[in-house]
C-alpha cells in the first residue's frame, strides 16, 4: 500500500512563497506518476502540476494557470515530489493534495484518474 503525506503548507501574504512537499512510502517504483491538485473554496478539485520519469527523460505537466509559477520536482532517492509556488495569490489559498499513478499521460490532471491521495496541507495567501 502506498501511503503519501504531504508537508509545508501554511499562511503567507500575497507575493510570497512556499515550498510543498510529499513523500512517498511503500512504493515500489520510483519512476510513477506524482501529481498535485488543489480545491480552493467552492471549487473542484483541479490539476496543478505533475512530474514523470519516461525513458525519455522527465516530463513535467502544468496547468495554465500554474505554468509561471510554479514548479514542480522530484527526489526519487527520498520518494518525494515538491511543488514549488512563487507569487502566491488569495486565490491560490486552498487544501494541496498529491497523488500518484503509474503513467502521467494525458489524464494527469484528472483526480478520478489517480487511487493514491496524500491527506492534504493547506495553504493560505493573504492579501
Known amino acids: 500500500q502506498v501511503d503519501l503525506v504531504e508537508s509545508g503548507g501554511g499562511s503567507v501574504q500575497a507575493g510570497g512563497s512556499l515550498r510543498l512537499s510529499c513523500t512517498a512510502s511503500?512504493?515500489?517504483?520510483?519512476?510513477?506518476?506524482m501529481a498535485w491538485f488543489r480545491q480552493t473554496p467552492g471549487k473542484e478539485r483541479e490539476g496543478v502540476a505533475a512530474?514523470?520519469?519516461?525513458?525519455?527523460?522527465?516530463?513535467?505537466y502544468y496547468a495554465d494557470f500554474a505554468k509561471a509559477r510554479l514548479s514542480v520536482s522530484r527526489d526519487d532517492a527520498k520518494n518525494t515530489v515538491y511543488l514549488q509556488m512563487h507569487s502566491l495569490k488569495p486565490e491560490d489559498t486552498g487544501t494541496y493534495y498529491c497523488?500518484?499513478?503509474?503513467?502521467?499521460?494525458?489524464?494527469?490532471?484528472?483526480?478520478?484518474?489517480?487511487?493514491?491521495w496524500g491527506q492534504g496541507t493547506q495553504v493560505t495567501v493573504s492579501s
Open positions: 512530474i514523470a520519469i519516461t525513458t525519455g527523460g522527465t516530463n513535467t
Open positions: 511503500g512504493v515500489t517504483d520510483s519512476r510513477a506518476c
Open positions: 497523488a500518484r499513478r503509474l503513467f502521467c499521460l494525458g489524464s494527469w490532471s484528472r483526480p478520478d484518474a489517480f487511487s493514491a
